[in-house]
């Protein structure tokens, strides 16, 4: 059950009726919007104060993230907002591998119109024999990127140990499909405070991720930015299957805005961009997309990254799709 509190009124006797009931309650303040979430619902359910503004019986496992009590969240990275009526191209290599390489993609992906930065430090990969990622200095080359190009950056959290480190550098945090249930690590993110965003896992029901984006929630953290990268189906012929089912129907259930990554589901470059077109005219309101200067010769995920020249045609007709659907880019 939520309870949505009046602006400052005074909750103390409140508190003590949610106490009395021995419900299990944690306080949460969103935007500074208090809310106070209890279960199980039953133990609450009669509970009547002056400073409830509203009571919501959610129906679903997840409840701050549900849209039962609240339209729309955007999400401002840095200046950049997600959720509005722009769409947000974050793009750049999957993995950081060196500062020329890093500042020619970004600077590339601005000219054409990206607003986001991506690029992984720390990468969680399949086998331990492959590149892991250049780590604390990816995060250096990373922030000078920044500083030159000026664009905010996305970069992968992997582990608790490391979100105050990533953090400093990260101006959105990333939970990879790997680790999206990953409890300790969403309750660390958070905490933190910074943006996250919250990759779906390959394995995921749509309910069970959006309660993965309830673990940041009940840290007092609302900004957050889902993100479908396919799924695992019986059909191997692609790298995994994006669900745009599944990315329309979490659309319904929360206030959360929404990204794709086209990338990963298509394993191989010439499906990104007909995936980024669809996931744009379904209504995504952010694309995560790989780009590198040279794709034959990245470390990770080669077959699937895409040249400056392809992300640039991308980028063309994306414009005339979200004008198709009443947005920009
Ligand atoms: C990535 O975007 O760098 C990545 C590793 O993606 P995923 O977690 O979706 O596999
Ligand atoms: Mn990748």
Same mark, same amino acid.
């Given at each position: $059950?939520?309870?949505?509190?009046?602006?400052?009124?005074?909750?103390?006797?409140?508190?003590?009726?949610?106490?009395?009931?021995?419900?299990?309650?944690?306080?949460?303040?969103?935007?500074?919007?208090?809310?106070?979430?209890?279960?199980?619902?039953?133990?609450?359910?009669?509970?009547?104060?002056?400073?409830?503004? $509203?009571?919501?019986?959610? +129906?679903?496992?997840?409840?701050?993230?549900?849209?039962?009590?609240?339209?729309?969240?955007?999400?401002?990275?840095?200046?950049?907002?997600?959720?509005?009526?722009?769409?947000?191209?974050? %793009?750049?290599? @999957?993995?950081?591998?060196?500062?020329?390489?890093?500042?020619?993609?970004?600077? %590339?992906?601005?000219?054409?119109?990206?607003?986001?930065?991506? &690029?992984?430090?720390?990468?969680?990969?399949?086998?331990?024999?492959?590149? +892991?990622?250049?780590?604390?200095?990816?995060?250096?080359? *990373?922030?000078?990127?920044?500083?030159?190009?000026?664009?905010?950056?996305?970069?992968?959290?992997?582990?608790?140990?490391?979100?105050?480190?990533?953090?400093?550098?990260?101006? $959105?945090?990333?939970?990879? %499909?790997?680790?999206?249930?990953?409890?300790?690590?969403?309750?660390?993110?958070?905490?933190?405070?910074?943006?996250?965003?919250?990759?779906? &896992? $390959?394995?995921?029901?749509?309910?069970?991720? #959006?309660?993965?984006?309830?673990?940041? #929630?009940?840290? &007092?953290?609302?900004?957050?930015?889902? @993100?479908?990268?396919?799924?695992?189906?019986?059909?191997?012929?692609?790298?995994?299957?994006?669900?745009?089912?599944?990315?329309?129907?979490?659309?319904? +259930?929360?206030?959360?805005?929404?990204?794709?990554?086209?990338?990963?589901? %298509?394993?191989?470059?010439?499906?990104?961009?007909?995936?980024?077109?669809?996931?744009?005219?379904?209504?995504?309101?952010?694309?995560?997309?790989?780009?590198?200067?040279?794709?034959?010769?990245? *470390?990770?995920?080669?077959?699937? +990254? #895409?040249?400056?020249?392809?992300?640039?045609?991308?980028?063309?007709?994306?414009? *005339?799709?979200?004008?198709?659907?009443?947005?920009?880019?």
């Amino acid at each position: $059950m939520l309870f949505i509190l009046k602006d400052n009124a005074d909750t103390s006797q409140f508190i003590e009726k949610i106490k009395m009931s021995s419900a299990s309650y944690k306080y949460v303040d969103l935007d500074g919007r208090r809310v106070v979430v209890a279960w199980p619902d039953k133990y609450v359910e009669g509970i009547a104060d002056e400073s409830i503004a $509203m009571k919501v019986k959610v +129906q679903t496992p997840f409840q701050l993230a549900s849209k039962t009590w609240r339209d729309k969240t955007v999400v401002n990275v840095d200046g950049v907002e997600i959720g509005s009526r722009k769409v947000v191209v974050a %793009a750049g290599p @999957c993995a950081v591998e060196d500062e020329s390489s890093v500042i020619e993609v970004a600077k %590339a992906v601005k000219r054409v119109g990206a607003s986001m930065l991506r &690029g992984g430090a720390f990468k969680p990969r399949t086998s331990p024999y492959t590149f +892991q990622g250049l780590g604390i200095k990816g995060l250096e080359i *990373l922030k000078k990127a920044k500083e030159a190009i000026g664009l905010p950056i996305v970069t992968e959290v992997l582990d608790t140990r490391n979100v105050t480190l990533v953090a400093s550098y990260a101006d $959105m945090l990333q939970i990879g %499909a790997r680790n999206a249930q990953n409890f300790a690590l969403l309750k660390e993110v958070g905490k933190s405070g910074k943006a996250v965003l919250l990759k779906r &896992g $390959m394995w995921m029901t749509v309910d069970e991720w #959006l309660s993965s984006a309830e673990y940041i #929630l009940l840290e &007092g953290n609302s900004k957050i930015v889902l @993100c479908e990268r396919g799924i695992r189906t019986f059909e191997r012929a692609t790298r995994f299957t994006l669900d745009i089912t599944g990315m329309v129907y979490a659309k319904t +259930q929360t206030h959360l805005p929404i990204a794709v990554d086209p990338s990963h589901p %298509a394993g191989r470059r010439d499906l990104v961009e007909p995936l980024a077109l669809a996931s744009i005219a379904a209504g995504a309101d952010m694309l995560l997309i790989e780009v590198h200067n040279n794709p034959e010769k990245a *470390l990770s995920d080669s077959e699937q +990254q #895409l040249t400056v020249k392809e992300f640039e045609k991308l980028m063309e007709r994306l414009k *005339l799709i979200a004008e198709a659907v009443g947005r920009t880019i």
